[in-house]
Each structure stands twice: as C-alpha cells, then as structure tokens.
C-alpha cells in the first residue's frame, strides 16, 4: 500500500469502497474508456445505438486478459483522516449542510399540503371542478415518486450539489407557472413538474446525511430532516389558510409568497451545498492523478460502473427498482411507509370537508388544524432523543435493528390515532378530539418515516438514496392514489366509517418492524446489496 497527494491507494482486494453486484469483472472500464467524455459517448450511444465499448472491446482477447489483470488497476481512497472526505467534514460545516438540505424538504412538503388551501378561489378563477384541482395535489406527489428513480442514482454518479441546484431552479421556476396559470390544466402540469423538482428534498438529503455523519451521529439529523418532511406538510396550509381568506390575494398569492421566501434559499444554496459524495471526490481526485502523471492504473472504486453510458444509464435508472424488488427490506418498509403517507394524503385532503362540514371553520382557521401536524412532528422529534439512548445503548448488541425500538411502538400507535380521528367524527364531539386522533397519527407517521429511513441509511450506505428512492415510489404512489378516492370514501361510508377502515388495514400491518427488530440480521444476510454493505463496513 502506498500514498499519493495525502491519499490511499490500494488493490482490488484491499478496496473498501463497494459498487453495484450487478457490474461484472469484464463491464469495468479500460484506460481509454475511463476518460471518455459523456458529451462524446451520447453522441456515440445515439449515432451507434447497436454500439458498445464494453462489448466490443470485450471480445478481443487480449483485452479481456487485460480487465482480468486486477492487480495492475490501483484503487484511490481517503485516508483515515483525510480533511476532503466528507465523513471528516468539520462539524460546523456538516450542520449547514444538513440544515439546507433539511430546509429544502421543508419547503417541499409545504408546497404538498398548503396548495389545497387555495381550492376555493381556484376551482372559481379556473372554472373547474374541486375533484380537477385534486388531482394537482396527486400529480405532485406523482412527481415526487417516480424522478427520484433517475436522480437518485445520478446523485450517486455525478454528485450530489448538481442536483440540488438544479432542483432548487426548476422547484422556484414551478411557483411562478402555478401562480401565472390561466387553466387547470397548466396548474397540474406545473404541480407534476414542482413535485419532480422537489423530490430532491426528498430522497437525496438521506444520502447526504449518511455521506458526512457516521452511523452512530445520525440519530439527531435524522430526526431534523424526518421533522422537515413530516411537519413541513403541516406549516404550509398554517398561512396558506390565512392567504385564502383575503380577498385580495387568494390562490395565486399562496404561490407568490412562498416563491418569495424559496429565493432566498435559492440564493444560499450554491454557496452553502457543498459535494459530500465521497466517490465523486475521489472520481476528481483520480482523474487529477491521471493527468498529471499520465498513468492510467490510478481510479476511483465507482468509476468501475463507468464502462459505457450505457452501462452508467442502466444501472443509475434501475438501482431503485432493483432495490425495491429484491430486497426484502427495501420491500416491507416500503409497503408501510407506503400505506401511511398515502393516509396521510388523505387526511390532508379530508381536513377542510371534515371541519368545514362537522365545525363550521372557516378557511383560515382550517389552515390553523394542520398546526397539528408540526405539534405531532415535535413530539416526535422529542421522543426520538429516547430512541437515539436505546440505539446508543444496543447498537453493539443488536447493530442497525437498534433504530426499530421506538418504530415498534409506532406500529401500536398509528391505528389508535386513526381511530380516534374517525370516531370522534360527529357535530356533538369537540373538534379538539379530533385535532388529538391527528395529532397522535402524525406523531407515529414520523417515528416511522424517522425509522425508514434511518434504517435504510444504514443497511445500504453508499446505496441509501436509491434505497430511499424504492421506498418513495412506493410511498408517493400511494399519496397520488389515495386523494382521488378519498370524497368518493368520505360520501359513501361517512367520515366514521372510512377512517375505521384505515385504521384496520394500519392494524394488519402493525408486525412489519417486529419482524425486522428480530429477524432483521437473517433477513439482510439474504439480502446481497445489504449484505455487501455491510461486510465493508
């Protein structure tokens, strides 16, 4: 083993830094391949689509001799307390990360929930119908479900701050096209595309956390991001309710403030969000070492995935789907998640009708209720200071199954809280009760959304924001269905009613983390990605 500018350098055997199971020994890229820019291999991917670098230079035999010469590739790392490794970032600059990543998560699950408020004046302005201005409300989430398949990967290929900015662009871009439509049908476009934008606020800040905090300092930032995700969904409609009401702003307003609020963000996040994806800095570094010395041997672990645009494609596309499929992890948490963010959408959806109609509030004061989703994320942020003591405390004993104490309880709690909701659904019971039954639902959605993803983050390291990005197709899915149909539900059963149905389908589901907590280390040493995670750590 030698040094190089402060760096590691190693053999195939001595690697640390896993890739995807699927590249193969004979897929990693040669000395001309490594690189090739990507401009002049999509010109080539499009001009000779039948056309492979790996494949054609896999047949000649020397060539293949030569991949199979393991020992002649030099592998570059970090050493152990190199300062440019993101792991061994500065505290003060891996709060600020964290903090705007936080903050972007915020901002788009704001933009979730306050667009609702605007239905009254809209459904007027635009001349449609409220079940039409639904559908802006499906379609962004939607968009939030199935992009993050693409960029997802991509951040784990290229970056994660290329993303982030782009986003953040595209994300402010879509305020101004709602707030400036002249039809329904250009608000829902702009809602698919805010939801694409946004769903990097989403999937990739699980990533950056686990890029530059170690598993055993995730426990606080973590439950930072899961209070942006799961209470910021509950800050929105606080003003928006309050927008509507003035007869001289409505709907578009709702847009145009918070416009005027993201740009500011805007603005920090080129200078603030710096790269933490480790294996895109050591990719720069590699690439600085071959072209000073010339020598091609030198690379980075994940320039192995690199072979051909085509190759890069495949596997950053469907890592996701792969993930979500063939680990059972990825598979049942999705599957939980899944049914409880789709609720959760309904419960943004149902709120206006359900005190409109029990409690006669006016819109403002509708807005006012979802206060509770930030009053249930805050307890839940508090009682995760008790969970992050049990993992502190059993992590050695039990390694990541550690974070699932708290989730266990979760599983008890998120059926209660629906039921409570439904059954307090009459004129002669107090609205309070009712602010109570989602209070507690929104509570036990973010010590689940906490465990998920902090979970996640942990069994599949550098792989976590594909993983997530499984997780978040199946979870945005149901967010886009369950609003379509929850009116229909509403008419057909009584508020009582459909919500009782809820909570038995929550209660079905209640052994999922129980059998993680158990039989979680048996499970993952079935899993390969998981598995191969793990084993490097």
């Known amino acids: 083993m030698s040094t190089h500018e402060g760096l590691v350098t190693r053999s195939l055997a001595d690697v640390h830094e896993p890739i995807d199971p699927r590249i193969g020994q004979l897929s990693i890229a040669n000395s001309e391949e490594l690189d090739e820019g990507l401009v002049h291999q999509l010109g080539d991917l499009i001009l000779h689509p039948k056309h492979d670098h790996s494949e054609s230079s896999s047949t000649n035999v020397g060539d293949v001799e030569k991949r199979m010469a393991t020992s002649e590739v030099i592998y570059v790392e970090f050493d152990a307390n190199d300062a440019r490794n993101p792991i061994n970032f500065s505290w003060k600059k891996k709060w600020v990360i964290t903090a705007m990543a936080c903050m972007f998560t915020a901002f788009a699950a704001s933009v979730a929930s306050e667009y ?11 001349n449609c119908s409220r079940f039409q201005a639904t559908i802006g409300l499906s379609v962004y989430a939607l968009g939030f479900g199935i992009i993050p398949l693409v960029t997802a990967s991509f951040s784990e290929e290229f970056g994660r701050q290329p993303l982030y900015i782009g986003s953040a662009i595209g994300f402010l871009l879509m305020y101004m096209m709602v707030a400036l439509s002249k039809n329904i ?11 694409a934008f946004g769903s990097t606020g989403a999937t990739m800040v699980g990533g950056t956390i686990a890029d530059i905090w170690a598993p055993h300092e995730r426990g606080l930032p973590m439950s930072i991001f899961a209070v942006a995700a799961v209470g910021g969904t509950g800050m929105g409609p606080v003003i928006a309710g309050w927008i509507e009401m003035n007869p001289q702003l409505e709907w578009r307003w709702i847009q145009w403030t918070q416009m005027i609020i993201f740009s500011v963000y805007l603005v920090l996040v080129p200078i603030l969000m710096t790269e933490t994806r480790g294996s895109i800095l050591l990719t720069q570094l590699a690439k600085k070492i071959r072209k000073e010395t010339g020598d091609h041997r030198y690379r980075a672990r994940v320039e192995d995935e690199r072979a051909s645009l085509r190759t890069l494609i495949y596997i950053s596309c469907t890592r996701p789907i792969y993930l979500l499929f063939t680990e059972p992890i990825v598979t049942s948490f999705s599957l939980w998640i899944g049914f409880a963010w789709g609720v959760t959408y309904c419960l943004i959806e149902s709120i206006s009708g359900v005190f409109r109609t029990l409690h006669n509030f006016s819109v403002g004061e509708i807005g006012s209720v979802f206060a509770t989703m930030m009053v249930g994320s805050l307890i839940g942020f508090c009682t995760n200071f008790y969970q992050e003591s049990l993992y502190q405390k059993y992590f050695p004993k039990r390694g990541p199954e550690a974070r699932l104490y708290m989730a266990c309880v979760a599983a008890l709690f998120l059926p209660i809280g629906m039921f409570i909701y439904a059954w307090s659904s009459f004129t002669f019971v107090h609205w309070i009760a009712q602010a109570v039954g989602i209070t507690v639902y929104i509570w036990a ?7 998920v993803f902090s979970y996640l983050a942990d069994c599949y390291g550098p792989f976590a924001s594909s993983a997530l990005a499984g997780q978040s197709l199946a979870r945005n899915l149901s967010a886009m269905a369950f609003p379509l149909f929850t009116q229909q539900m509403f008419d057909k059963l009584t508020y009582k009613w459909a919500n009782t149905i809820f909570g038995l389908i929550a209660v079905l589901m209640i052994p999922i983390p129980f059998v993680l907590f158990f039989h979680g280390p048996a499970i993952r040493s079935k899993s390969k990605v998981s598995r191969m995670v793990m084993d490097q750590k």
């Open 116 to 126: 609702n408020m605007g239905f009254p004046s809209m459904t007027r302005d635009l």
């Open 185 to 195: 049908q250009t608000v829902i476009l702009a809602r698919l595309m805010q939801g």
């Open 445 to 451: 959605v973010y010590i689940v959304y906490l465990a």
